[in-house]
């Protein structure tokens, strides 16, 4: 396939709804309304894969959901996009941000992938 190919194939590429959740400190997260079946499994697999530390494999879940779906969190008028970059803040997230995310993942699941059991 020549190089002009595979640029018109990124240009026409469809890109997957997303949803805003705003937290009481003016935080945006922004959420993928999309998630494939081998993500669905996988996350299944991964909340009750632990059985010998049931708090491990939920927190395990909470960060696959959340680099699965995040595509953007702005806090304090920073912003921060990328999975790899999403993924270390929510690492280095104060305890309240963390709530928030919880919050925003669970009302997330709850409207748009009613048949995934939320962290």
Known sequence: MGKRSRQRGRAERLEAPTAEYRSEDGA???????LTPKTRTQ???LLHG????????????VEFLFERLAVRWEIA???????????????AA????????RTALREHCAEWFPDVEAP
């Open 28 to 34: 945006v997260l922004t959420l993928r309304c999309v």
């Open 43 to 45: 996350y299944a697999a």
């Open 50 to 61: 632990n059985v010998l530390s049931q708090e491990d494999a939920w927190h395990r879940a």
């Open 77 to 91: 008028g920073v912003p921060t996009e990328g999975q790899r970059e999403l993924l270390a803040r929510l690492r």
């Open 94 to 101: 104060t305890p309240d941000e963390r709530a928030f995310v």
